[in-house]
């Protein structure tokens, strides 16, 4: 699970996703406001522990990352409000670096308040705020400064909701805009007990079931659709084969909906399931197997004590021809 926020392709998704044989919609679609605000209580719950995990990793690292890398710009994508960044940024303005940050997200007002609440937290801090959707719009993200060494951020497990193919395709883009005092800093759920797995996918308040639900609400709200939510119920599951977590919506009875906005029919059989999220989780061997595809070389690898999630730091692989 990670933070991909909703974006003006919301109806071209819909489209596509509830014509497919199998029906699928993107998770960047499960974070309206609402789903915003139910994904901040998921990372408080006991059984969801990414953001936590990953947080007090950022906690313990923050300074030999900045050392490390001499980092004088931060680029984050899918920035959201910022928490956990506010460590780097610190870490940079103690070590006399700092000098820009980046937050790019779909959401505009939460670029605009964050860029607002860190502009008072750091008055000397540069900010380049970028509103879209960082799977079509990174040509937007400004060139590095001179002499002004870049780390590139992208946290929360978030590259684990692309599948294998797409996740290589991904990473070479962000590798390709990488320059040689550039790094990338990427946030990787581990593989575990699937017993673990299911239970931060499936809390025992609800809540993530309610968040997944939320899906249907924002496209009966932006798309004029009729779901009704209480036909559906959340189910989520960890696929051994492939070590991900999958997060569906499945029909409790038959039903049909109609999308007004695009003039689209869908039939729901009982028990037919729309696949809402993938969440990957990665071992050190897949996490650097991912890299090098990308032109990628990992040069430091940071997790927690119990080995649930990782942050690992890569750069240009040093004389290795661009990935095809």
Request: include cysteine; proline fraction near 6%; glycine fraction near 8%.
């Amino acid at each position: 699970m990670g933070r991909l926020t909703l974006d003006g392709t919301l109806a071209e998704d819909v489209l596509d996703g509830l014509t497919r044989p199998f029906k699928e919609l993107p998770p960047k679609h499960l974070y309206d406001a609402r789903g915003s605000e139910l994904f901040d209580q998921i990372c408080d719950l006991p059984e969801y522990y990414p953001t936590r995990t990953e947080r007090a990793i950022l906690a313990r690292y923050a300074h030999m990352i900045v050392r490390r890398t001499g980092m004088a710009e931060l680029v984050e994508l899918g920035s959201g409000t910022a928490a956990k960044t506010r460590m780097l940024l610190s870490a940079m303005d103690v070590a006399g670096t700092l000098w820009r940050y980046v937050p790019f997200d779909v959401a505009e007002q939460m670029v605009r308040d964050c860029a607002a609440a860190l502009s008072d937290e750091y008055p000397s801090l540069a900010i380049h705020g970028i509103v879209g959707d960082f799977e079509r719009h990174l040509p937007q993200v400004p060139p590095p400064g001179p002499g002004k060494p870049r780390v590139v951020a992208f946290l929360g497990g978030t590259i684990g909701n692309f599948i294998p193919g797409s996740r290589r395709r991904f990473l070479r883009e962000l590798g390709a805009r990488l320059d040689d005092d550039s790094f990338l800093l990427l946030g990787t759920d581990l593989v575990k007990d699937p017993a673990v797995l299911e239970a931060a996918y499936d809390d025992s308040q609800g809540v993530t079931a309610e968040f997944n639900l939320n899906m249907l609400r924002v496209v009966n709200r932006e798309l004029d659709a009729d779901f009704d939510v209480a036909n559906f119920e959340h189910v989520a599951f960890y696929d051994a084969e492939r070590e991900w977590i999958e997060m569906r919506l499945r029909a409790r009875r038959a039903n049909d909906v109609r999308v007004a906005a695009i003039d689209l029919d869908v039939h729901f059989d009982r028990g037919e399931e729309l696949r809402t999220e993938i969440s990957a989780k990665f071992t050190p061997e897949r996490v650097r197997g991912d890299l090098a595809a990308a032109g990628l070389e990992l040069v430091e690898w940071m997790t927690d004590p119990e080995g649930l999630f990782a942050l690992s730091l890569s750069r240009t692989a040093r004389g290795a021809a661009p990935p095809a």
